[in-house]
């Protein structure tokens, strides 16, 4: 394979994959439905469970970085 064959096939992936990563987080994003701030990840998972209980979400993520901080809840609905 030539040297500009081979430099061609290289920038093409590159390009495929780097528009793979910039779509990613918009296509995640897409799919979870921000609700709101909790004062635990505790209290965050309990509301979570509460809207996939009552069938109003297909599922929940809390997103907290400890278990006693703030925790944001998203879900995914129906």
Known sequence: ???????SALAVTG?????ALIAA???QASTYTYIGIYPTAAACRTAGEAY???HRAVVYFCD????T???RLSVVLY
């Open 1 to 7: 394979m030539s040297l500009r064959k081979a430099f």
């Open 15 to 19: 390009i495929v994959a780097g528009g």
């Open 25 to 27: 987080p918009a296509a």
């Open 52 to 54: 996939v209980s009552s």
């Open 64 to 67: 907290t970085t400890t278990e």
């Open 69 to 71: 901080g703030p925790a």
